[in-house]
């Protein structure tokens, strides 16, 4: 428990955080600390009363920018992964023969960079495009390992 506080003494969550915070990190000599109420904060948040576009996020990182970098996009077109069934198997490398093992893997590890909880949302129905299109190609591919020869 902190200085200065009994067991039975009931305090508030900003007030305690505050505190602890103090403790972790001793101010510099002459520094102002500064008391912030948590939860106005997030009420602030949550009211709606904040108002921040991708307009006015653009005006002020030009204000706050050189004018060579103000010059440059704010961000990079990203290409969505493709959901051709020849580009996922080169992508798995499916053109060469592999163990069964190695389908597995290849599984886990497509599903690691691709499942649909692991992309922004905005690209995750095409994420289960994806993720159907590479376990049916995984799975036809054991098959034709185990399919017998014809004679």
Not at 70 to 90: H, Y
Not at 96 to 113: G, K
Not at 120 to 130: C, F, K, N, V, Y
Not at 137 to 150: G, H, Q, S, V, Y
Request: charged letters at 35%; glycine letters at 4%.
């Amino acid at each position: 428990m902190g200085a200065g506080m009994s067991a039975g003494e009931n305090r508030d969550f900003a007030s305690l955080l505050d505190e602890l915070l103090a403790e972790a990190a001793e101010p510099e000599q002459g520094a102002r600390r500064i008391n912030l109420d948590y939860l106005s904060v997030v009420e602030e948040l949550h009211s709606g009363r904040i108002n921040f576009t991708d307009e006015r996020a653009a005006a002020e990182y030009r204000a706050n920018v050189s004018e060579k970098a103000a010059r440059q996009p704010l961000a990079e077109t990203v290409v969505p992964p493709s959901v051709d069934p020849d580009e996922i198997a080169r992508e798995l490398g499916l053109a060469r023969q592999a163990a069964v093992t190695d389908l597995d893997r290849l599984r886990r590890e497509f599903a690691f960079r691709n499942h649909p909880d692991r992309v922004p949302e905005h690209l995750r129905a095409r994420a289960m495009i994806r993720m159907q299109v590479a376990n049916t190609l995984i799975d036809e591919a054991k098959r034709r390992r185990f399919r017998p020869k014809k004679t």
